[in-house]
Protein backbone atom coordinates (compact mmCIF):
# COMPACT_ATOMS: atom_id res chain seq x y z
CA UNK A 1 0.00 0.00 0.00
CA UNK A 2 2.73 2.40 1.35
CA UNK A 3 4.48 1.73 -2.31
CA UNK A 4 1.57 2.47 -4.36
CA UNK A 5 1.18 5.67 -2.60
CA UNK A 6 4.68 6.44 -3.14
CA UNK A 7 4.37 5.34 -7.02
CA UNK A 8 1.64 7.47 -7.48
CA UNK A 9 3.50 10.43 -5.77
CA UNK A 10 6.02 9.98 -8.15
CA UNK A 11 3.88 10.13 -11.42
CA UNK A 12 2.13 13.08 -9.77
CA UNK A 13 5.32 14.79 -9.59
CA UNK A 14 6.48 13.42 -13.20
CA UNK A 15 3.28 15.16 -14.85
CA UNK A 16 4.12 18.38 -12.87
CA UNK A 17 7.67 18.38 -14.35
CA UNK A 18 6.24 17.42 -17.40
CA UNK A 19 4.03 20.51 -17.43
CA UNK A 20 6.77 22.66 -16.35
CA UNK A 21 8.82 22.15 -19.16
CA UNK A 22 6.14 22.24 -21.61
CA UNK A 23 5.65 25.65 -20.18
CA UNK A 24 8.99 26.68 -20.65
CA UNK A 25 9.95 24.89 -23.95
CA UNK A 26 6.76 26.94 -25.77
CA UNK A 27 8.49 30.28 -23.79
CA UNK A 28 11.65 29.30 -25.12
CA UNK A 29 10.30 29.11 -28.08
CA UNK A 30 9.86 32.52 -28.70
CA UNK A 31 13.34 33.36 -27.84
CA UNK A 32 14.75 30.39 -29.29
CA UNK A 33 17.80 32.79 -30.87
CA UNK A 34 18.56 34.01 -27.72
CA UNK A 35 19.21 30.99 -25.91
CA UNK A 36 21.76 30.19 -27.91
CA UNK A 37 24.00 32.18 -25.83
CA UNK A 38 23.70 29.87 -22.96
CA UNK A 39 25.24 26.95 -24.80
CA UNK A 40 29.08 27.91 -23.87
CA UNK A 41 28.47 31.34 -22.63
CA UNK A 42 28.10 34.67 -24.53
CA UNK A 43 30.13 35.83 -26.48
CA UNK A 44 30.99 39.33 -29.32
CA UNK A 45 31.06 36.52 -31.86
CA UNK A 46 28.01 34.06 -31.20
CA UNK A 47 25.96 37.24 -30.57
CA UNK A 48 26.66 39.28 -33.45
CA UNK A 49 26.09 36.15 -35.50
CA UNK A 50 22.61 36.71 -33.74
CA UNK A 51 22.15 39.87 -35.30
CA UNK A 52 22.92 39.02 -38.46
CA UNK A 53 19.53 39.65 -40.63
CA UNK A 54 19.46 35.97 -42.56
CA UNK A 55 18.12 37.54 -45.63
CA UNK A 56 20.46 40.45 -46.08
CA UNK A 57 23.24 39.75 -43.99
CA UNK A 58 23.77 43.11 -42.75
CA UNK A 59 23.21 44.13 -38.83
CA UNK A 60 19.56 44.39 -37.46
CA UNK A 61 18.82 47.36 -35.52
CA UNK A 62 15.63 48.31 -33.92
CA UNK A 63 12.87 47.15 -34.67
CA UNK A 64 14.03 43.63 -34.77
CA UNK A 65 11.17 41.08 -35.79
CA UNK A 66 10.40 37.66 -35.12
CA UNK A 67 7.99 34.71 -35.99
CA UNK A 68 5.79 32.37 -33.34
CA UNK A 69 9.53 29.75 -33.89
CA UNK A 70 11.79 32.76 -32.62
CA UNK A 71 13.71 33.15 -35.68
CA UNK A 72 14.82 36.67 -36.49
CA UNK A 73 15.49 38.84 -39.32
CA UNK A 74 15.13 43.30 -40.10
CA UNK A 75 12.37 45.26 -40.42
CA UNK A 76 13.84 45.95 -43.85
CA UNK A 77 13.66 42.79 -45.08
CA UNK A 78 10.03 41.46 -42.99
CA UNK A 79 8.51 43.95 -45.91
CA UNK A 80 10.54 42.14 -48.65
CA UNK A 81 9.30 38.39 -47.67
CA UNK A 82 5.49 39.11 -47.60
CA UNK A 83 5.71 39.41 -43.97
CA UNK A 84 6.94 35.41 -44.01
CA UNK A 85 9.37 33.90 -42.04
CA UNK A 86 12.48 33.01 -44.62
CA UNK A 87 13.47 30.20 -42.10
CA UNK A 88 10.14 28.35 -42.04
CA UNK A 89 7.68 30.13 -43.40
CA UNK A 90 5.30 30.81 -40.80
CA UNK A 91 3.47 34.33 -40.46
CA UNK A 92 5.90 37.08 -38.95
CA UNK A 93 2.89 38.70 -37.35
CA UNK A 94 4.05 42.04 -35.39
CA UNK A 95 6.27 40.44 -32.79
CA UNK A 96 9.16 42.29 -31.59
CA UNK A 97 12.49 40.42 -30.17
CA UNK A 98 12.86 42.71 -27.54
CA UNK A 99 15.27 40.52 -26.28
CA UNK A 100 17.66 40.83 -28.98
CA UNK A 101 17.36 44.56 -29.28
CA UNK A 102 18.66 44.91 -25.19
CA UNK A 103 21.43 42.48 -25.56
CA UNK A 104 22.64 44.47 -28.79
CA UNK A 105 22.44 47.95 -26.83
CA UNK A 106 25.18 46.50 -24.26
CA UNK A 107 27.22 45.37 -27.39
CA UNK A 108 30.39 47.08 -28.14
CA UNK A 109 32.03 46.16 -31.54
CA UNK A 110 34.89 47.12 -34.12
CA UNK A 111 33.89 49.12 -36.57
CA UNK A 112 33.63 46.98 -39.97
CA UNK A 113 36.69 48.90 -41.85
CA UNK A 114 38.94 47.38 -39.60
CA UNK A 115 40.91 45.79 -41.90
CA UNK A 116 41.36 49.12 -43.48
CA UNK A 117 43.20 50.46 -40.72
CA UNK A 118 40.18 51.84 -38.39
CA UNK A 119 40.94 51.34 -34.84
CA UNK A 120 37.38 52.31 -33.28
CA UNK A 121 35.21 50.53 -31.01
CA UNK A 122 31.35 51.58 -30.77
CA UNK A 123 28.39 50.58 -28.85
CA UNK A 124 26.42 48.41 -31.32
CA UNK A 125 23.93 51.58 -32.36
CA UNK A 126 26.28 53.83 -32.81
CA UNK A 127 28.45 51.56 -34.82
CA UNK A 128 25.95 51.96 -38.11
CA UNK A 129 26.47 55.92 -37.77
CA UNK A 130 30.03 55.95 -37.54
CA UNK A 131 30.94 53.70 -40.39
CA UNK A 132 28.87 55.58 -43.11
CA UNK A 133 31.64 58.36 -42.43
CA UNK A 134 34.26 56.18 -40.83
CA UNK A 135 37.52 58.06 -42.98
CA UNK A 136 39.01 54.29 -43.65
CA UNK A 137 35.74 53.39 -45.62
CA UNK A 138 36.15 52.22 -49.44
CA UNK A 139 36.50 54.66 -51.88
CA UNK A 140 34.08 54.39 -54.92
CA UNK A 141 35.71 54.41 -58.27
CA UNK A 142 36.28 57.89 -59.40
CA UNK A 143 35.86 57.45 -63.23
CA UNK A 144 32.71 58.80 -64.40
CA UNK A 145 32.32 57.74 -68.17
CA UNK A 146 30.30 54.21 -66.95
CA UNK A 147 28.39 53.63 -64.53
CA UNK A 148 31.27 51.74 -62.41
CA UNK A 149 30.36 50.26 -59.45
CA UNK A 150 34.16 49.39 -58.22
CA UNK A 151 35.13 50.10 -54.38
CA UNK A 152 38.54 49.91 -53.13
CA UNK A 153 41.44 51.45 -51.20
CA UNK A 154 43.35 54.02 -53.02
CA UNK A 155 46.16 51.65 -54.49
CA UNK A 156 42.77 48.96 -55.72
CA UNK A 157 41.41 52.44 -57.02
CA UNK A 158 44.67 53.77 -58.95
CA UNK A 159 45.20 49.77 -60.79
CA UNK A 160 41.55 49.77 -61.44
CA UNK A 161 41.76 52.81 -63.49
CA UNK A 162 45.12 51.68 -65.04
CA UNK A 163 44.05 48.30 -66.04
CA UNK A 164 40.55 48.52 -66.39
CA UNK A 165 39.50 51.87 -67.97
CA UNK A 166 42.54 52.52 -69.16
CA UNK A 167 43.32 55.88 -68.07
CA UNK A 168 46.09 57.78 -68.68
CA UNK A 169 48.98 57.54 -65.83
CA UNK A 170 51.37 60.76 -65.18
CA UNK A 171 54.29 61.74 -62.62
CA UNK A 172 54.55 64.86 -61.76
CA UNK A 173 53.07 67.98 -60.57
CA UNK A 174 52.54 70.07 -63.26
CA UNK A 175 50.51 69.17 -66.76
CA UNK A 176 49.37 70.19 -70.32
CA UNK A 177 46.47 68.69 -71.35
CA UNK A 178 45.11 68.89 -75.05
CA UNK A 179 41.05 68.44 -75.95
CA UNK A 180 40.79 68.95 -79.80
CA UNK A 181 37.39 68.13 -81.37
CA UNK A 182 35.92 68.06 -84.79
CA UNK A 183 32.80 69.29 -84.58
CA UNK A 184 32.22 71.36 -81.24
CA UNK A 185 28.73 71.79 -81.98
CA UNK A 186 27.71 68.74 -80.47
CA UNK A 187 28.68 69.27 -77.16
CA UNK A 188 26.08 66.31 -75.53
CA UNK A 189 28.15 63.87 -77.45
CA UNK A 190 31.25 65.34 -76.64
CA UNK A 191 33.73 62.47 -74.45
CA UNK A 192 35.10 63.79 -71.82
CA UNK A 193 38.53 62.33 -70.19
CA UNK A 194 40.31 61.56 -67.12
CA UNK A 195 44.09 61.54 -66.32
CA UNK A 196 45.50 60.59 -63.04
CA UNK A 197 48.67 62.44 -61.57
CA UNK A 198 50.96 61.20 -59.03
CA UNK A 199 52.95 63.78 -57.07
CA UNK A 200 54.11 64.33 -53.07
CA UNK A 201 53.12 60.67 -53.22
CA UNK A 202 50.01 61.17 -53.58
CA UNK A 203 46.99 60.56 -56.36
CA UNK A 204 45.20 63.34 -58.44
CA UNK A 205 42.09 62.91 -61.11
CA UNK A 206 41.99 65.68 -64.06
CA UNK A 207 38.57 65.81 -65.13
CA UNK A 208 37.81 67.43 -68.69
CA UNK A 209 34.65 67.36 -70.29
CA UNK A 210 31.85 68.70 -72.20
CA UNK A 211 28.14 69.78 -71.31
CA UNK A 212 24.96 72.34 -71.31
CA UNK A 213 25.24 74.82 -68.25
CA UNK A 214 21.44 76.18 -68.64
CA UNK A 215 20.99 76.67 -72.68
CA UNK A 216 24.86 77.19 -72.90
CA UNK A 217 27.13 74.73 -73.90
CA UNK A 218 30.66 75.11 -71.85
CA UNK A 219 33.87 72.67 -71.28
CA UNK A 220 34.82 72.73 -67.99
CA UNK A 221 38.34 71.11 -65.97
CA UNK A 222 39.07 70.25 -62.54
CA UNK A 223 41.01 68.25 -60.04
CA UNK A 224 39.72 65.93 -57.23
CA UNK A 225 41.81 64.06 -54.89
CA UNK A 226 41.98 60.36 -54.55
CA UNK A 227 41.67 60.14 -50.90
CA UNK A 228 39.92 61.78 -47.58
CA UNK A 229 38.35 65.51 -47.71
CA UNK A 230 40.73 66.41 -44.93
CA UNK A 231 43.64 65.85 -46.63
CA UNK A 232 42.60 67.32 -49.78
CA UNK A 233 42.66 70.92 -47.83
CA UNK A 234 46.52 70.54 -48.01
CA UNK A 235 46.16 70.74 -51.77
CA UNK A 236 45.77 73.49 -53.92
CA UNK A 237 45.87 73.68 -57.66
CA UNK A 238 45.41 76.07 -60.72
CA UNK A 239 44.21 75.55 -64.30
CA UNK A 240 44.57 78.00 -67.25
CA UNK A 241 43.70 77.70 -70.68
CA UNK A 242 44.21 80.60 -73.24
CA UNK A 243 44.71 81.96 -76.97
CA UNK A 244 44.82 84.66 -79.08
CA UNK A 245 46.06 87.05 -76.14
CA UNK A 246 43.34 86.14 -73.53
CA UNK A 247 42.96 83.30 -71.37
CA UNK A 248 41.35 81.94 -68.28
CA UNK A 249 42.27 81.39 -64.78
CA UNK A 250 41.12 78.93 -62.05
CA UNK A 251 42.90 78.31 -58.59
CA UNK A 252 41.49 76.29 -55.75
CA UNK A 253 41.46 73.64 -53.69
CA UNK A 254 40.40 69.53 -54.62
CA UNK A 255 38.17 68.01 -53.95
CA UNK A 256 38.16 64.66 -52.52
CA UNK A 257 36.35 61.87 -54.44
CA UNK A 258 34.10 61.10 -51.31
CA UNK A 259 32.74 63.89 -53.29
CA UNK A 260 30.64 62.03 -56.70
CA UNK A 261 32.20 63.15 -59.95
CA UNK A 262 28.82 65.06 -60.67
CA UNK A 263 28.37 66.68 -57.45
CA UNK A 264 31.61 68.21 -58.09
CA UNK A 265 30.33 69.21 -61.88
CA UNK A 266 27.14 70.70 -60.92
CA UNK A 267 28.60 73.08 -58.18
CA UNK A 268 30.75 74.46 -61.31
CA UNK A 269 33.77 73.97 -58.63
CA UNK A 270 36.59 74.31 -61.60
CA UNK A 271 37.49 76.16 -64.61
CA UNK A 272 34.58 76.85 -66.62
CA UNK A 273 35.00 77.83 -70.50
CA UNK A 274 31.48 78.55 -72.35
CA UNK A 275 32.17 77.75 -75.82
CA UNK A 276 31.88 81.12 -77.59
CA UNK A 277 35.34 81.61 -75.57
CA UNK A 278 36.70 78.13 -76.09
CA UNK A 279 36.50 78.82 -80.28
CA UNK A 280 38.11 82.25 -79.62
CA UNK A 281 40.96 80.59 -78.09
CA UNK A 282 41.02 77.96 -80.76
CA UNK A 283 41.34 80.44 -83.30
CA UNK A 284 41.01 79.53 -87.37
CA UNK A 285 37.86 79.43 -88.35
CA UNK A 286 36.38 78.74 -85.13
CA UNK A 287 34.83 75.36 -86.65
CA UNK A 288 37.65 73.22 -84.53
CA UNK A 289 37.73 73.26 -81.23
CA UNK A 290 41.39 73.24 -79.71
CA UNK A 291 41.99 73.92 -76.18
CA UNK A 292 45.56 73.63 -74.26
CA UNK A 293 44.71 73.74 -70.49
CA UNK A 294 47.59 73.70 -68.59
CA UNK A 295 48.13 74.09 -64.84
CA UNK A 296 49.88 72.38 -61.50
CA UNK A 297 49.49 71.07 -58.36
CA UNK A 298 51.35 72.29 -55.00
CA UNK A 299 51.23 71.48 -50.87
CA UNK A 300 50.73 73.60 -49.08
CA UNK A 301 53.18 73.67 -45.69
CA UNK A 302 52.42 75.56 -42.81
CA UNK A 303 54.99 77.90 -41.87
CA UNK A 304 55.88 77.76 -37.66
CA UNK A 305 57.13 80.74 -37.40
CA UNK A 306 54.37 83.09 -38.72
CA UNK A 307 51.26 80.57 -38.85
CA UNK A 308 50.88 80.86 -42.26
CA UNK A 309 50.74 78.70 -45.43
CA UNK A 310 53.08 78.47 -47.63
CA UNK A 311 53.47 76.94 -51.01
CA UNK A 312 55.32 73.86 -51.54
CA UNK A 313 56.05 73.16 -55.46
CA UNK A 314 57.40 70.27 -56.60
CA UNK A 315 60.69 69.97 -59.19
Known amino acids: MGERMESSSIESNTVSSMTMME ?5 SLQFSSISKLHNSGPTTTSVHDLLECPVCTNSMYPPIHQCHNGHTL ?20 DI ?66 RDDHRVDMHSGCTFNHRYVKSNPLEVENATWMLTVFHCF ?14 MAPVYMA ?14 SYSLEVGGNGRKLTFEGSPRSIRDSHKKVRDSHDGLIIYRNMALFFSGGDRKEL ?8 WKEQQNPEGGVCIPNLCS
Not at 133 to 143: D, L
Request: proline residues 6%; contains cysteine; hydrophobic residues 30%.
Open 222 to 235: FLRFMGDEREARNY
Open 290 to 297: KLRVTGRI
Open 74 to 93: CSTCKTRVHNRCPTCRQELG
Open 96 to 161: RCLALEKIAESLELPCRYISLGCPEIFPYYSKLKHEAICNFRPYNCPYAGSDCSVVGDIPCLVTHL
Open 201 to 214: GQYFCLHFEAFQLG
Open 23 to 27: EDEHH
